[in-house]
């Protein structure tokens, strides 16, 4: 099993930055993707970024050039860097990995308001 543990979320206001980061622990030397999902209340799961083993990255078309995600090997986290935040990007978001099976972290709310 894996095991993921979001952490660095809050509220921030609009033009701001967050730093996400992702602890994973467990059966991690199987997975080989890695990923962000965020859900805003009454809409459904999107996807947000992801990272495939080898550091190909890619995102969502509301948040290129805005967010950058990373992933340490040493560390075992994987990282989302959310700059010029918008308050359309308030929602919890939820890390995620698929190896063997596939796990969710608890989710972390990110607030963006005035």
């Known amino acids: 099993q894996v095991q993921l543990v979001e952490s660095g979320g809050g509220l921030v206001q609009p033009g701001g930055s967050l730093r996400l980061s992702c602890a994973a622990s467990?059966?991690?030397?199987?997975?080989?993707?890695m990923a962000w999902y965020r859900q805003a209340p009454g809409k459904q799961r999107e996807l947000v970024a992801t990272?495939?083993?080898?550091?190909?990255?890619d995102y969502a078309d509301s948040v290129k050039g805005r967010f950058t995600i990373s992933r340490d090997y040493v560390k075992n986290t994987v990282d989302l860097q959310m700059n010029s935040l918008k308050p359309e990007d308030t929602a919890v978001y939820y890390c995620?990995?698929?190896?063997?099976?596939?796990?969710w972290g608890q989710g972390t709310q990110v607030t963006v308001s005035s």
């Open positions: 995620y990995s698929r190896g063997s099976i596939a796990a």
């Open positions: 467990g059966s991690i030397s199987s997975i080989y993707v």
């Open positions: 990272i495939i083993v080898g550091g190909a990255t």
